[in-house]
Nanobody, 126 residues
């Protein structure tokens, strides 16, 4: 089994930046891609970004238009989501996820991920 724990500053002003972290523990050797998703009440969980185990392949949601980046430090078993130029509509609960199947490029759908963190709330004020 794999456990994922997200962390990061919960509140930021519009136009600012924020970095979320997700630490994995347990059978981390079984993890391939890792990804970030977010969800607001009443809506489906939406894909943001994903990165392969070796960090040589990434995938991003088109609507982000380059505002977010994803990176990974396997020595620390941690994946990061750097959020820049944040907007009030980025307010959501952010989740990280891990896939135990090798897929290239890393998957962009929640159904391909096997492990999930508990989520961390992010609030962007105007």
């Amino acid at each position: 089994q794999v456990q994922l724990v997200e962390s990061g500053e919960g509140s930021v002003q519009a136009g600012g930046s924020l970095r979320l972290s997700c630490a994995a523990s347990g059978r981390t050797s079984s993890i391939y891609a890792m990804g970030w998703f977010r969800q607001v009440p009443g809506k489906e969980r939406e894909f943001l970004a994903a990165i392969s185990r070796s960090s040589d392949s990434t995938r991003f949601a088109n609507f982000l238009k380059g505002r977010f980046t994803i990176s990974r430090d396997n020595a620390k078993n941690t994946v990061y989501l750097q959020m820049n130029s944040v907007k009030p509509e980025d307010t959501a609960v952010y989740y990280c996820a891990a896939d135990r199947t090798l897929r290239i490029p890393p998957p962009g759908t929640r159904y391909d991920y096997d492990y999930w963190g508990q989520g961390t709330p992010v609030t962007v004020s105007s």
